[in-house]
T-cell receptor, first 114, second 116 residues
Framework: AQSVSQHNHHVILSEAASLELGCNYS??????LFWYVQYPGQHLQLLLK??????LVKGIKGFEAEFIKSKFSFNLRKPSVQWSDTAEYFC????????????FGEGTQLTVNP | ETGVTQTPRHLVMGMTNKKSLKCEQH?????MYWYKQSAKKPLELMFV???????ENNSVPSRFSPECPNSSHLFLHLHTLQPEDSALYLC???????????????FGPGTRLTVL
Protein backbone atom coordinates (compact mmCIF):
# COMPACT_ATOMS: atom_id res chain seq x y z
CA ALA A 1 0.00 0.00 0.00
CA GLN A 2 1.20 3.48 -0.88
CA SER A 3 2.42 5.18 2.31
CA VAL A 4 2.28 8.71 0.94
CA SER A 5 -0.58 9.57 -1.35
CA GLN A 6 -1.11 12.54 -3.59
CA HIS A 7 -4.58 12.13 -4.97
CA ASN A 8 -4.38 14.77 -7.67
CA HIS A 9 -2.01 13.62 -10.40
CA HIS A 10 -2.58 16.55 -12.74
CA VAL A 11 -4.05 19.91 -11.84
CA ILE A 12 -4.72 22.64 -14.37
CA LEU A 13 -5.42 26.18 -13.21
CA SER A 14 -5.58 29.66 -14.61
CA GLU A 15 -3.32 32.38 -13.27
CA ALA A 16 -4.56 33.97 -10.03
CA ALA A 17 -6.57 30.89 -9.09
CA SER A 18 -6.07 29.42 -5.64
CA LEU A 19 -4.23 26.14 -5.27
CA GLU A 20 -4.54 23.27 -2.87
CA LEU A 21 -2.67 20.01 -3.45
CA GLY A 22 -3.50 17.08 -1.25
CA CYS A 23 -1.02 14.87 0.58
CA ASN A 24 -1.92 12.09 2.96
CA TYR A 25 0.32 9.62 4.72
CA SER A 26 -0.46 6.37 6.42
CA UNK A 27 2.11 6.21 9.21
CA UNK A 28 1.32 6.40 12.88
CA UNK A 29 3.65 8.12 15.29
CA UNK A 30 5.87 11.09 14.73
CA UNK A 31 6.51 12.15 11.16
CA UNK A 32 8.41 14.92 9.42
CA LEU A 33 6.82 16.32 6.30
CA PHE A 34 8.24 17.94 3.20
CA TRP A 35 7.06 19.44 -0.06
CA TYR A 36 9.49 19.51 -2.96
CA VAL A 37 8.99 21.11 -6.35
CA GLN A 38 10.55 20.18 -9.68
CA TYR A 39 10.34 22.91 -12.33
CA PRO A 40 10.69 21.78 -15.96
CA GLY A 41 14.30 20.81 -16.61
CA GLN A 42 15.40 21.64 -13.08
CA HIS A 43 16.28 19.67 -9.98
CA LEU A 44 14.04 18.94 -7.03
CA GLN A 45 13.94 21.91 -4.68
CA LEU A 46 12.64 22.09 -1.14
CA LEU A 47 9.53 24.25 -0.87
CA LEU A 48 8.84 23.86 2.82
CA LYS A 49 9.03 21.41 5.68
CA UNK A 50 7.30 20.67 8.95
CA UNK A 51 8.99 19.10 11.93
CA UNK A 52 7.11 20.43 14.96
CA UNK A 53 5.42 23.52 16.37
CA UNK A 54 2.96 25.66 14.43
CA UNK A 55 1.17 23.29 12.04
CA LEU A 56 0.86 26.04 9.44
CA VAL A 57 4.19 26.25 7.68
CA LYS A 58 5.22 28.96 5.24
CA GLY A 59 7.70 28.22 2.49
CA ILE A 60 9.27 29.93 -0.45
CA LYS A 61 7.42 31.62 -3.31
CA GLY A 62 4.24 32.20 -1.30
CA PHE A 63 3.50 28.55 -0.63
CA GLU A 64 2.24 27.26 2.69
CA ALA A 65 1.14 23.90 4.04
CA GLU A 66 -0.93 22.83 6.98
CA PHE A 67 -0.27 19.72 9.01
CA ILE A 68 -3.51 18.20 10.31
CA LYS A 69 -2.50 15.27 12.46
CA SER A 70 -6.02 13.91 12.88
CA LYS A 71 -6.39 13.68 9.11
CA PHE A 72 -2.82 12.46 8.43
CA SER A 73 -2.62 15.28 5.91
CA PHE A 74 -0.15 17.93 4.84
CA ASN A 75 -1.82 19.86 2.03
CA LEU A 76 0.02 22.49 0.05
CA ARG A 77 -1.66 25.81 -0.67
CA LYS A 78 -1.07 29.04 -2.52
CA PRO A 79 -3.69 31.79 -2.67
CA SER A 80 -2.87 32.96 -6.19
CA VAL A 81 -0.81 30.92 -8.64
CA GLN A 82 1.38 32.23 -11.41
CA TRP A 83 2.38 30.74 -14.74
CA SER A 84 5.86 30.22 -13.28
CA ASP A 85 4.40 27.81 -10.70
CA THR A 86 3.97 25.23 -13.45
CA ALA A 87 5.93 22.27 -12.13
CA GLU A 88 5.65 18.90 -10.50
CA TYR A 89 5.09 18.89 -6.75
CA PHE A 90 6.11 16.07 -4.46
CA CYS A 91 5.09 15.41 -0.90
CA UNK A 92 7.55 13.38 1.19
CA UNK A 93 7.67 11.99 4.70
CA UNK A 94 10.28 10.73 7.11
CA UNK A 95 9.31 8.73 10.15
CA UNK A 96 10.87 9.27 13.52
CA UNK A 97 12.18 5.70 13.63
CA UNK A 98 13.55 5.57 10.10
CA UNK A 99 16.07 8.39 10.20
CA UNK A 100 16.36 10.39 7.02
CA UNK A 101 14.63 7.79 4.82
CA UNK A 102 12.34 9.90 2.67
CA UNK A 103 9.21 8.31 1.27
CA PHE A 104 7.74 10.24 -1.63
CA GLY A 105 4.25 10.53 -3.01
CA GLU A 106 3.55 10.01 -6.69
CA GLY A 107 3.75 13.69 -7.48
CA THR A 108 1.23 16.20 -8.83
CA GLN A 109 1.81 17.93 -12.13
CA LEU A 110 0.52 21.50 -11.91
CA THR A 111 -0.08 23.40 -15.12
CA VAL A 112 -0.91 27.10 -14.82
CA ASN A 113 -2.33 28.68 -17.93
CA PRO A 114 -1.65 32.40 -18.51
CA GLU B 1 22.00 26.36 -7.35
CA THR B 2 25.10 24.15 -7.67
CA GLY B 3 25.14 22.49 -4.25
CA VAL B 4 24.77 19.00 -5.71
CA THR B 5 26.03 18.30 -9.21
CA GLN B 6 25.62 15.20 -11.33
CA THR B 7 27.38 14.04 -14.48
CA PRO B 8 26.56 13.16 -17.11
CA ARG B 9 23.17 14.78 -17.45
CA HIS B 10 22.15 12.36 -20.18
CA LEU B 11 23.40 8.87 -20.90
CA VAL B 12 22.43 6.33 -23.51
CA MET B 13 23.87 2.85 -23.13
CA GLY B 14 23.43 -0.61 -24.47
CA MET B 15 22.60 -3.55 -22.26
CA THR B 16 26.17 -4.87 -22.41
CA ASN B 17 27.87 -1.56 -21.61
CA LYS B 18 29.47 -0.50 -18.36
CA LYS B 19 29.07 3.11 -17.34
CA SER B 20 29.22 5.20 -14.18
CA LEU B 21 27.18 8.10 -12.85
CA LYS B 22 28.89 10.68 -10.71
CA CYS B 23 27.54 12.91 -7.98
CA GLU B 24 29.39 15.61 -6.09
CA GLN B 25 28.11 17.76 -3.27
CA HIS B 26 29.57 21.09 -2.20
CA UNK B 27 27.48 21.55 0.93
CA UNK B 28 29.75 19.97 3.52
CA UNK B 29 27.26 17.16 4.06
CA UNK B 30 28.03 13.70 5.32
CA UNK B 31 25.18 11.66 3.89
CA MET B 32 24.51 10.93 0.23
CA TYR B 33 21.71 9.11 -1.52
CA TRP B 34 20.78 7.59 -4.89
CA TYR B 35 17.16 7.67 -6.04
CA LYS B 36 15.43 6.36 -9.16
CA GLN B 37 12.66 8.44 -10.70
CA SER B 38 10.56 6.55 -13.23
CA ALA B 39 7.59 7.95 -15.08
CA LYS B 40 4.34 7.82 -13.10
CA LYS B 41 6.01 6.24 -10.06
CA PRO B 42 7.16 7.77 -6.78
CA LEU B 43 10.85 8.41 -6.31
CA GLU B 44 12.47 5.21 -5.12
CA LEU B 45 15.33 5.30 -2.66
CA MET B 46 18.15 3.04 -3.83
CA PHE B 47 21.15 3.55 -1.57
CA VAL B 48 22.16 5.63 1.44
CA UNK B 49 25.69 6.42 2.54
CA UNK B 50 26.51 8.07 5.84
CA UNK B 51 30.10 9.12 6.50
CA UNK B 52 31.16 6.96 3.52
CA UNK B 53 29.52 3.83 4.90
CA UNK B 54 26.56 2.28 3.13
CA UNK B 55 23.67 2.29 5.57
CA GLU B 56 20.87 1.28 3.26
CA ASN B 57 20.41 -0.82 0.14
CA ASN B 58 16.76 -0.85 -0.81
CA SER B 59 16.83 -4.28 -2.47
CA VAL B 60 18.55 -2.88 -5.54
CA PRO B 61 19.69 -5.40 -8.20
CA SER B 62 23.41 -6.05 -8.24
CA ARG B 63 23.76 -4.56 -11.73
CA PHE B 64 23.73 -1.24 -9.84
CA SER B 65 26.87 -0.85 -7.73
CA PRO B 66 27.39 2.27 -5.61
CA GLU B 67 30.69 3.67 -4.45
CA CYS B 68 31.35 6.46 -1.97
CA PRO B 69 35.08 7.24 -1.76
CA ASN B 70 34.53 10.28 0.47
CA SER B 71 31.69 12.35 1.86
CA SER B 72 31.64 14.64 -1.17
CA HIS B 73 31.50 12.08 -3.96
CA LEU B 74 29.12 9.29 -4.83
CA PHE B 75 29.18 7.03 -7.85
CA LEU B 76 26.72 4.59 -9.32
CA HIS B 77 28.38 1.96 -11.48
CA LEU B 78 26.12 0.39 -14.07
CA HIS B 79 26.59 -2.90 -15.91
CA THR B 80 24.37 -5.19 -17.96
CA LEU B 81 21.34 -2.99 -17.42
CA GLN B 82 17.88 -3.72 -18.76
CA PRO B 83 15.61 -1.38 -20.75
CA GLU B 84 13.32 -1.08 -17.71
CA ASP B 85 16.22 0.56 -15.88
CA SER B 86 15.75 3.63 -18.07
CA ALA B 87 14.87 6.47 -15.70
CA LEU B 88 16.10 9.66 -14.11
CA TYR B 89 18.68 8.90 -11.43
CA LEU B 90 18.85 11.49 -8.71
CA CYS B 91 21.54 12.06 -6.17
CA UNK B 92 20.89 13.87 -2.89
CA UNK B 93 22.89 14.86 0.14
CA UNK B 94 22.11 15.83 3.72
CA UNK B 95 23.98 16.73 6.87
CA UNK B 96 23.96 13.12 7.95
CA UNK B 97 22.23 13.39 11.27
CA UNK B 98 21.94 9.67 11.70
CA UNK B 99 18.54 8.55 12.83
CA UNK B 100 17.12 12.04 12.69
CA UNK B 101 14.13 12.44 10.42
CA UNK B 102 14.63 16.19 10.20
CA UNK B 103 17.81 15.76 8.17
CA UNK B 104 16.80 17.67 5.03
CA UNK B 105 17.94 16.32 1.69
CA UNK B 106 19.13 18.46 -1.21
CA PHE B 107 18.93 17.06 -4.71
CA GLY B 108 21.05 17.21 -7.82
CA PRO B 109 19.65 17.69 -11.34
CA GLY B 110 19.73 14.02 -12.17
CA THR B 111 21.09 11.85 -14.95
CA ARG B 112 18.57 10.82 -17.60
CA LEU B 113 19.52 7.25 -18.44
CA THR B 114 18.27 5.41 -21.49
CA VAL B 115 19.08 1.71 -21.87
CA LEU B 116 18.70 0.37 -25.39
Amino acid sequence: AQSVSQHNHHVILSEAASLELGCNYSYGGTVNLFWYVQYPGQHLQLLLKYFSGDPLVKGIKGFEAEFIKSKFSFNLRKPSVQWSDTAEYFCAVTRSNSGSRLTFGEGTQLTVNP
Amino acid sequence: ETGVTQTPRHLVMGMTNKKSLKCEQHLGHNAMYWYKQSAKKPLELMFVYNFKEQTENNSVPSRFSPECPNSSHLFLHLHTLQPEDSALYLCASSQGLAGVGTDTQYFGPGTRLTVL
